[in-house]
């Protein structure tokens, strides 16, 4: 990773890019952006404006509606909307997939996530994947940019390497890393151990080699999950490691959906030089059949997740 000195913005940035719709898609991302900037005030001030809590309500997957999730799907709906240049929305937060244009591109977000962690002052982001539209249910592959923002950091792909930018005291994304790259192998595994009964035993295996004292190969590999897919991957990103959301008994395609969280961090582990599956599957590979479709999900340094591969297919000792 090369912290970099040339401090271009997010809108320029884009815009240098050698796609043929740069600055289309600049005009997005820059809307996109300005949405996580009202969040990010927003949830500063949370606790002082009565915005932490839930509405009493559950989603469409069946969780706990928290009032800023609500607040936040706005938000970015309304930026999208506003661009002119988006056919059709998939939230976490709408049932749904919304026609907002008969032409333009398609966004699957995830506006709060990790908003289990929000009445507890916990990093959350949102997170984005924007692709040709109109077609709401499309492979990963067919992404032409990704991002998230854990509060005041946008990290982005659009195909050609990872970047980070970082908001500066006059309200703009400046880059603040380039060139991001994953290492290879990591020395820390990120996944919810109070589930262990629940996965098959390849995983059960796998984590369970993590955590022998071998110092010869860098174990026992140290434990960190925030419970926020955006806090958990951005650490795994800039140090390494593997993020593991496992198919479960009773929950074959695990947790995280695959529209706007698996394929859009996958987009960037790969950028990355890193590796994303369902332990069986390539995550950009896969073309969901409903908006909010689950999948397993391994993500991380291309070593450990290949590892976990290999004990997931019986291969490994
Ligand atoms: P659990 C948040 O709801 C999320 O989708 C991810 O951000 C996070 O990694 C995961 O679920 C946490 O799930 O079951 O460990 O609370």
Known sequence: MKMTSSPITLDAYVRASRRSDADSLAVVVDHLAEAGKTIAQQLAQAALIGQLGTTGTTNVQGESVKKLDLWANEVVMAALEETGLVSVLVSEEMDEPRRVAPAGYAVCFDPVDGSSNLDVNGIVGTIFSIRPGPDPLQRGTNQVAAGYGPS????????????????????????????????????????????????????????????????????????????????????????????????????????????????????????????????RERIMNIRPTTPHQRVPLLIGSAEDVSLAESYIAGRAA
């Open 152 to 279: 005041t950091v946008i990290v982005l792909t659009l195909g050609e390497g990872v970047d980070a930018f970082t908001l500066d005291d006059g309200g703009r994304f400046v880059r603040s890393h380039s060139c991001l790259r994953m290492p290879a192998r990591g020395r820390t595994f990120s996944v919810n151990d109070g589930h262990t009964a629940k996965w098959e035993p390849g995983i059960r295996r796998y984590i369970d080699w993590l955590r022998e004292i071998d110092s010869a190969s860098g174990r026992p590999y140290g434990a960190r999950y925030v419970g926020s897919l955006v806090a958990d991957f951005h650490r795994t990103l800039l140090e390494g490691g593997v993020y593991l959301y496992p198919a479960e008994m009773g929950r074959a395609s695990g947790k995280l959906r695959l529209q706007y969280e698996a394929a859009p961090m996958a987009f960037l582990a790969e950028q990355a030089g890193g590796r994303a599956s369902t332990g």
